[in-house]
């Protein structure tokens, strides 16, 4: 861009090109050293760079400050690293639906308040999850757009006197906008924060999803067996298999809600423009990467490798007390006020309960003791694959709309573009 408004000769940028790869490709080999009276690395790179082109390296600066280029590196790694995280929320969605499809005609109960409510899909089950993670995968697609705006050139805080040209360095950078307001440029963290909310939000789910896998897979549950590999044994209870994984991840949200609280903290009481307390913001956002990338790449693995207890999942959908929501409809559609059919069935479990009784074993005389609705086409609703198959509305868990938006997801899948493989970083490259 400097060559372009005439600030430097075609030679002077080419010359400052090739040292500036020469000196990536060392650093990405581990091979350069720096030196402590660097105040930091865009000192560094400066001084190296003059040190192997010559007095053309101290206008390397030219038009801009550290205050703005550090902004641009923030938005350029965070623009990176958003793409790589889209892909590993769609790796484990595919991986959530293949194995929905799998497990289609496996029932289990749903839950209120950790308490058995109605028979469900196992099915329906995980793609409640699926919805989750394609709202954590919107919101990261929506925090890209104001991320990938383009600071440099904003100066300290007041721009410059020298004929830059921001739109060129946006092309260039592919950034498809220019910040509008130098201040805000180089004191602006929103996006930042954006997307440790985004990550905190995400890691929530995956915690809720781990609290499941931890309580499905303890002997009180028995629904799922998880890999071997993602639990170890006690230290001193030979007979036990803990789910270390899980209970890590579920652990580790709180880690990243800390560094969420952390950046908003820092934040809080800052004036215009550039303040130092602002470096606090590159840690987080670090960890908060490496530990969101490392959770959902282990989430994939374990819910492909993850076995069902298809008898124990039956066993548990077969309490017929999950049934009696189902008989309550049963008199509404008799016409039954439901107010009133609610309390004639609760009179009818407690009756079950206190007698030590199960729906089926009552005869229709005893039902009708309850109601005289209660007809003998009341023994089709004891049945949970016939509870579960006649929810068929929207949303509902019946197999028909579990295999439409199993369909739905694949067919949505199938029409988006393959993603853009990365390139290997050389060292090396074009202007």
Not at 346 to 375: A, D, I, M
Request: aromatic share 6%.
């Amino acid at each position: 861009m400097l060559e372009r408004v005439g600030i430097l000769t075609a030679t002077e940028t080419r010359k400052m090109v090739t040292g500036l790869l020469q000196i990536q490709a060392k650093i990405e080999k581990g091979k350069q050293r720096f030196r402590k009276e660097d105040e930091d690395i865009h000192m560094a790179i400066e001084r190296l760079l003059t040190e192997k082109v010559g007095a053309i390296g101290k206008k390397l600066h030219t038009g801009r400050s550290r205050n703005d280029q550090v902004v641009l590196d923030l938005r350029l790694f965070l623009r990176s690293e958003i793409k790589t995280l889209l892909e590993e929320i769609g790796k484990l969605q595919k991986i959530l639906v293949r194995r929905a499809e799998k497990e289609i005609d496996a029932l289990m109960p749903g839950y209120t308040h950790l308490q058995r409510a109605q028979p469900v899909r196992f099915s329906h089950h995980l793609l409640a999850y699926f919805e989750m993670f394609d709202r954590d995968r919107q919101r990261l697609e929506d925090s890209l757009e104001r991320v990938n705006v383009m600071p440099l050139g904003s100066g300290a805080l007041a721009g410059t006197t020298l004929p830059i040209r921001r739109e060129v360095v946006a092309e260039l950078l592919h950034f498809p906008k220019v910040t509008a307001n130098s201040l805000d440029s180089v004191s602006d963290r929103d996006f930042s924060l954006e997307f440790l909310s985004a990550m905190a939000i995400l890691m929530m789910h995956l915690s809720r999803f781990s609290e499941e896998l931890i309580l499905w897979s303890s002997q009180e549950f028995g629904f799922i067996e998880l890999p071997d590999a993602f639990c170890t044994g006690s230290s001193m209870m030979p007979q036990k298999k803990n789910p270390d994984v899980p209970e890590l991840i579920r652990g580790k949200t709180g880690r990243v809600y800390g560094h969420l609280v952390t950046s908003l903290t820092f934040m809080k009481g800052l004036p215009l423009s550039y303040n130092r307390d602002l470096q606090e913001d590159k840690e987080p956002i670090f960890d908060t990467v490496d530990t969101v990338k490392a959770a959902l790449r282990l989430y994939q693995q374990m819910i492909e490798k993850l076995k069902i207890n298809r008898d124990r999942l039956a066993q548990a959908a077969g309490d017929e007390f999950l049934l009696a929501t189902d008989l309550a409809e049963y008199l509404v559609l008799k016409g039954v006020p439901f107010r009133d059919s609610h309390e004639v069935i609760g009179k009818l479990v407690g009756f079950c309960l206190k007698f030590n009784r199960t729906f089926s074993s009552l005869t229709l005389k005893e039902f009708q003791g309850f109601s005289k609705e209660f007809k003998i086409d009341v023994f089709d609703r004891l049945n949970p694959t016939r509870s579960v198959e006649t929810k068929e509305g929207i949303g509902h868990p019946s197999r028909k709309r579990v295999l439409q938006r199993i369909r739905a997801i694949q067919k949505q899948a199938s029409d988006l573009p393959p993603p853009t493989p990365r390139k290997k970083k050389t060292g090396r490259g074009k202007r």
